[in-house]
């Protein structure tokens, strides 16, 4: 499995040769890479104050200074520093002494060599995880964020928004999984983006949907293919893992994978390894996968649907986007946005609405979320011709029994008035405008002024007029 830890592992051994092989063997089977080497024991505590190291794999027996000694001085000087003593000799006592004095695990050289990768696999997914803890501690505390830039596609305030992104900051540089959840429509690919910025990862950003993905597609996909592969395979062709080497692979709606498509997902997490189509020859992942999905992850493993295996290797991080109908506050933002965005791309001046519409909308249950929200803000901006939005676009999508407006008379659209009758005064025709606004705005003068784009002094003045001469404005 390809871990990349966010830190350095340092690897002390007194023998070129042990080091040259161990660093092999984490390079081939874990995907380790972040690595260190020291032959001269004196030289580690400056290493350690020197580079962002989180693991050390500390030889026993070594000239000059002794591993014992060096086991004492990094507890002491480097606490947050995990330390894995590996000793050319099997003596229990001395291993007891070494986890006593703070060693994480204690190996032999003679024992195979996949127990001591995966001892050194386990001390840094541990390691990770108090790194993350701490972090995420130290950022919950001081409420901060880091990096707000990486969230600034995401319009909320929502407090319960804030500690998602507290979180991804703290798991961002990990290279586990992350699994996004969420109803659909509250913006689980904009999570992933962010995360993906949070990691630093120098590679791109690679989506894919695996919605109705059949598992030779889904193969294909992820995986590529080698030339003649299969019939009209004329070149071969690199798979999204590969695009994203270096970065970050996002499959979104991971619960629809079928179950065969499922173990080849399961192999790519435990392994960090893949086959092409038509290949013998396994390549290394070097991507960091990110998965979301709106369903129950646990309760279809339960029901059969997906593997709990997988289930489990992906659950390593996971958050859950909260949807709009928890976060009501939000809603206003995210109108004026969806709003502004429309008119942008629709070429027309950003519209004032009624102050009635947020209450509107507020109600809503907005079952399509964040979505569903910009689809009715970019309907109502498409229909847009006023000043002042209307709400009845909003009205007719909450309230499907809610009549559309009557379409204007387009028998001949040049002519306002009669053409067989005289036109009326500019008093006259100021006296309709006022009356039709305050239809509009169904007698509220504070709507009816800015509908005319007069005060409302002003307003309440010419209203005055029209009861002095007997005419009543609504």
């Not at 009549?403 to 204007?408: K, L, R, T, V």
């Not at 006259?428 to 006022?434: I, W």
């Not at 709507?447 to 029209?466: H, V």
């Amino acid at each position: 499995m390809n871990l990349y830890p966010a830190f350095g592992l340092l690897l002390v051994d007194d023998e070129p040769s042990f080091l040259r092989s161990l660093s092999i063997a984490l390079e081939r089977s874990g995907g380790i890479n972040h690595l260190h080497r020291c032959e001269d024991s004196r030289q580690v505590m400056d290493i350690l104050a020197r580079e962002n190291i989180g693991l050390v794999t500390l030889d026993l027996t070594m000239p000059h200074l002794s591993g014992e000694a060096l086991l004492r001085r990094i507890v002491e000087e480097h606490p947050d520093v995990g330390v894995i003593v590996i000793s050319g000799l099997n003596q229990v006592e001395t291993a007891v002494d070494c986890i006593k004095h703070g060693a994480f695990d204690y190996f032999v050289k003679t024992d195979e060599q996949s127990r001591l990768i995966e001892g050194i696999k386990r001390a840094i997914r541990l390691q990770e995880l108090r790194q993350e803890n701490q972090e995420l501690r130290r950022r919950f505390l001081n409420d901060t964020l880091e990096h707000p830039e990486a969230f600034a596609d995401i319009v909320t305030d929502d407090k319960g928004m804030r500690s998602v992104f507290q979180y991804l900051e703290s798991v961002a540089p990990s290279g586990q999984p992350l699994l996004i959840g969420g109803e659909s429509g509250v913006g689980k690919e904009l999570i992933a983006r962010a995360a993906h910025a949070l990691s630093g990862r120098p590679g791109p950003l690679v989506c894919v949907n695996a919605a109705g993905l059949d598992d030779g597609v889904f193969a294909d996909t992820l995986f590529g293919h080698e030339k003649g592969a299969f019939t009209g395979a004329d070149r071969p062709r690199a798979g999204m893992v590969e695009q994203a080497a270096e970065g970050t692979l996002f499959l979104d709606e991971i619960g629809d994978l079928n179950p065969a498509s499922q173990v080849k997902l399961l192999r790519l997490l435990q392994e960090g390894e893949y086959y092409p189509l038509g290949s013998d020859r396994p390549k290394r992942a070097r991507a960091r996968i990110v998965v979301a999905t709106h369903h129950d992850l646990e309760a279809r493993q339960r029901a059969g649907d997906f593997r709990k295996d997988l289930y489990y290797r992906l659950r390593t991080h996971q958050v859950w986007i909260p949807p709009l109908r928890r976060r009501r506050g939000d809603i206003p933002l995210l109108l004026d946005h969806f709003l502004a965005e429309a008119a942008d791309e629709l070429g027309k001046p950003r519209p004032t609405y009624p102050p009635e519409l947020p209450v509107l909308l507020a109600n809503h249950p907005f079952p399509g979320n964040v979505r569903e929200l910009r689809a009715m803000a970019y309907d109502a901006m498409s229909v847009h011709r006023s000043r002042t939005l209307s709400m009845e676009v909003f009205r007719r999508a909450i309230e499907p029994g809610h009549p559309a407006p009557e379409p204007p008379d387009t028998c001949d659209e040049r002519h306002v008035f009669a053409p067989d009758e005289p036109l009326p005064t500019l008093h006259e025709v100021a006296d309709l405008l006022v009356r039709e606004a305050m239809h509009r705005a169904e007698g509220n003068q504070s709507i009816a002024s800015r509908l005319l784009g007069i005060s409302q002094p002003a307003l309440s003045k010419r209203l005055k007029k029209l009861r002095e001469a007997g005419s009543e404005p609504l």
